[in-house]
């Protein structure tokens, strides 16, 4: 079916049936706005996350339910990273003509299928026609209460530095995808990516972490900016990098420096976080039963930028940028 056969408002009718009311909800799909009703003694949490089509993704390597899962995934990842339990949201698409009804339907029936296992609702959004690729842009709101946002500010020296479950298994599928292999864990990772909601909500209500952003542009970048705003420094220790089986099995045949890969890959959408020593005994128990683990891969340190070393002390020379907007490609 093409979209000129059931126009925008019919576009917006086919996902505002999928889409079921949430709790907080009190008007949902149909007029100019919604209205929630905010938790009393939270504070309410937005992000805004928008994927292009040629940048962002690539229609020859995923399929519409995965990109739907995916355009959700990368704002629920930056909710858990502040602690924040998800709540609400918004879609906007620019849509070209080409794209038949069917691919927005499975993508809408990937996103609402994630939504769903956060208990977060679709209440609005637009659509429009691209001239040339498709754009997806998410809006999601979370709350969580003030006490236990947990911000990129509050590192300190001494503290310890953790990453839960494992780094460059996204980077890795990327560079499978680039050789036309369609699947494995790590293609699965890229395309699929967990975000880390109940792990961050559960390191929210222990106050355990005193720092804390999610893997998106790659560990060293995003370190970077929790050092920059805590004004602190940190040591990274490389031999304690966690790596997947299928990372450690295949990423030397796909790429000269899998060490690279791991530290400024990106999109592993992880949660990396800092806690202070005295207490980095209790991550294991705080997050037993979230679905994830945490390793210690470092120490924050006084000064500034971060240092990686090997396992026999030596510091290794690497890049400290991430992946940015207008001076790289992906």
Not at 87 to 106: G, K
Not at 291 to 317: F, K, N, Q, W
Request: proline share 5%; glycine share 12%; with cysteine.
């Amino acid at each position: 079916m093409k979209l000129r056969e059931i126009g925008e408002f019919g576009l917006i009718d086919r996902i505002a049936s999928r889409a079921a009311m949430g709790p907080a909800v009190r008007i949902g799909i149909g007029d100019d706005a919604a209205a929630t009703e905010p938790t009393p003694g939270r504070l309410i949490l937005t992000t805004s996350d928008m994927l292009v089509e040629g940048v962002h993704f690539d229609l020859s390597f995923t399929d519409p339910y995965r990109l739907g899962r995916k355009s959700l995934a990368v704002n629920l990842s930056d909710i858990a990273a502040m602690g924040g339990e998800p709540r609400d949201f918004l879609l906007s698409l620019a849509i070209p003509p080409r794209l038949p009804v069917e691919f927005l339907d499975r993508f809408t029936e990937g996103m609402l299928s994630l939504a769903d296992e956060h208990g977060v609702t679709l209440i609005g959004g637009d659509t429009c026609r691209s001239p040339a690729g498709l754009v997806i842009s998410v809006t999601l709101h979370g709350d969580q209460r003030p006490e236990r946002i947990i911000r990129r500010t509050g590192a300190r020296p001494g503290d310890r530095l953790f990453v839960t479950g494992t780094v460059g298994d996204s980077a890795l599928g990327l560079e499978l995808l680039r050789r036309r292999v369609r699947e494995g864990w790590a293609v699965e990772r890229h395309l699929d990516p967990s975000p880390r909601v109940a792990a961050g909500l559960a390191l929210a209500a222990a106050g355990l972490a005193t720092a804390m952003i999610d893997v998106s542009d790659g560990l060293l970048a995003d370190l970077g900016h929790i050092l920059e705003q805590s004004g602190c420094g940190a040591r990274v220790e490389a031999a304690r990098l966690p790596l997947s089986p299928f990372f450690r099995e295949r990423a030397s045949g796909e790429t000269s420096d899998p060490q690279l890969l791991a530290l400024a890959g990106g999109e592993d959408y992880e949660l990396l976080f800092a806690v202070s020593a005295v207490r980095e005994g209790e991550v294991a128990t705080v997050l037993r039963g979230t679905g994830t683990t945490a390793t210690a891969i470092g120490s924050i340190t006084a000064g500034s930028g971060a240092t990686v070393v090997a396992g026999d002390g030596r510091e290794l020379a690497l890049p400290r940028g991430g992946y940015n907007h207008f001076s790289s490609g992906r």
